[in-house]
């Protein structure tokens, strides 16, 4: 077992590669946890200050004013741009809203109705503009024959919206934990590739590098030997990395590892770990140069965490964007990770993706290696 | 009768258009020291590398112990070693791991292989550095530790290609010194090199090698003994006249006169007297010169008159 035992050897000289990699996803992890952890659990209206200027003054105009000076303060305003950007630099207003003379024409032909200045330091000013189009919205449903049912409007606009955030009943609904959980082994992905590829890719390029492996070659180790003690070594190492992420997520979440569905990230870790290897196993059978090792290391784990989900939610990619992420396997294991499932029948089809793709990776890798022997 | 080791015939090898080898032939016995001289790119590296089955060949047959040589020769595998021209070991292991690395190719016993590596260490003279990265190492040192993982596994036949490239002269003679050691420990050695005296020195046998073929083959002697020339005579006057140059090939057994620069060479066939001979020619023609000697062949005047070319060229 000279080989592997060389192999984890080689490999541990690069140690720091991989304590890189893992003290910066526990770093990310420890600074997710406390923000995944809190969860908002009611929203509050606040009163705006806010200053009205009607050139209009019709019915409709008047129901605005009246529903704007029910939920917010009112201050007194001038028709002066400057005077009114200053008011709301000096936060005298929050908001300014400027009602036309045409304000029913633009209102019916659902044209911008309204000019509206607000505070873009504070958060909170989205409101008017919020109670400003919910009020439109409701007066256009509400006009007929040439007007508008403003009374229909007003019990509308009263009627309030109470949001309750309830257990569906299923155990393993989206809570703080499973937050934790989806955030934590997505970006397990990032890690595993960028180690796999950079440790396994550069120890495999030191033993392919051409003089060491013609020594190999005219030794009496048979290649089957040989290949096989290099193989249980990427293994070993493959398996070590996945085994520190499972057992850090035990030792952190520990606890609240019932109210999750733990299964479906550990088999999703370990499969997609497997095709990780497979892919590895193709890159150090394509090149030996380390530098296009690293490089791909940095590219294809940043560039397949971005477009398939680890940064940013798949929801909000392109759908260009997916399509292209969907040639990697990042990409089901992202999906696999964000889907609310209760057995994990109902990911079969993107476990079987990424053990196809593993297969693909393999052939490959292995109609390069036989090139190269033979070469 | 000792046993023919290597037996190489009519081996062609091409790069697409260039022919490397070109109905190469050779043979080694056992406990020989064999040279395989020649210049730069002539095809010594690609004669090595078939015989080891690095390279496939075109045509010809190879045969090492008595046997067929195929990739998957490993019984005839674990009796060779190779120190390869380029320093072949891991950057990032220590001396001692790349020497222990090498030998568990070939050796599975854990206590036989920790011996074998000490005794490596011991006669390539790294005992000082074991825990050293070969990047820490001077380049004879380096070739030190490439001489040490081909040789720690004991094997009869040991191919050494240029292994005193780029090495200081202390390092060149602990590495030949060494090489010898191991022949007479009883390792049968090929070594190859561009370096003429090195061969001459070290070599019970030489081929020499010009564009892929074998030329001669033979001991420092018998090449020698295949030219024309026999004796080099070297003289500086301190000044000399064409009409001169022509007489002085009427001394007898003068096969050739060379100028070269201010000094005069000229080049006898076998003879007896020669040097006296030239110096009664000097004085009968009261010529003076600045320095004379004498003269016997080298491996270069044999790769001369065999290609036209110096071997240094």
Known sequence: MTVYKYFIKVALKNKWIIIMYITIFFVMTLLNSTDAMKREESFVETRLNIGIIDKSMSELSSGLREYLEKENNIVDILEDEEYIKEQIFLEIADAVIIIPEDFDQKVVNKKEAILIYKDDRKPQALQIENQVNKFLAFANITYKDGRFELEDVKEALNESVEVQLLSSGDSYARTGVDSWFRFYYKFTGYVIIGVYIAIIGLVMSDFRDKNVDNRRKISSKRFLDFNKEMYLGQLTLAAAVTAVFIVASMLIMGKKLGEVYYIKYLVNLIVFSFSILCLTFLISNITRNKYAITALSTVLSLGTSFISGVMVPQELLGDKVLAIAKFFPMYYFVKINDSMIKSLLEVRYELFMQLLFAVVFLLIGLIFSKRAQKA | ?313
Request: hydrophobic share 35%; with cysteine; glycine share 6%.
């Open chain 2, 1 to 313: 009768m000792k046993e023919m080791i290597v037996k190489v015939k009519n081996v062609v090898k091409r790069y697409s258009e260039k022919l490397a080898l070109d109905h190469f032939n050779m043979e080694v016995k056992e406990g020989e020291i064999l040279g395989l001289l020649g210049p730069n790119g002539c095809g010594k590296t690609t004669a090595i590398n078939c015989i080891l089955s690095l390279l496939n060949f075109d045509k010809g047959e190879i045969q090492l112990f008595g046997q067929k040589m195929t990739p998957n020769s490993y019984d005839i595998k674990r009796q060779i070693g190779l120190v390869p021209q380029e320093v072949s070991v891991f950057e990032n292991l220590t001396v001692r791991e790349n020497i222990d690395y090498f030998c568990g190719l070939y050796v599975d016993d854990k206590n036989t292989r920790r011996r074998y590596v000490d005794e490596a260490i011991e006669f390539v003279g790294l005992k000082d550095y074991v825990k050293y990265y070969p990047k820490k190492l001077s380049g004879g040192l380096k070739r030190r530790l490439n001489i040490a993982c081909g040789i720690v596994h004991k094997p009869k036949l040991i191919f050494l290609d240029e292994p005193t490239v780029a090495v200081d002269a202390q390092s060149r003679n602990f590495i030949l010194e060494g090489i010898r050691k191991l022949n007479q420990e009883g390792s049968t050695i090929i070594y190859t090199t561009h370096y003429l005296e090195e061969a001459e020195m070290l070599c019970s046998r030489i081929i020499i090698m010009d564009n892929g073929k074998d030329l001669v083959s033979g001991t420092t002697e018998e090449l020698k003994a295949m030219i024309t020339t026999s004796e080099k005579i070297v003289v500086s006057f301190l000044s000399l006249e064409d009409e001169m140059i022509d007489s002085m090939h009427k001394i007898p057994h003068v096969v050739d006169i060379e100028k070269k620069g201010e000094d005069l060479i000229i080049k006898f066939e076998n003879g007896n007297n020669n040097l006296s001979n030239l110096i009664s020619f000097i004085t009968e023609h009261k010529l003076t010169y600045r320095k004379l000697y004498s003269q016997l062949p080298t491996l270069n005047d044999v790769f001369l008159e065999l290609t036209g070319r110096e071997l240094r060229d």
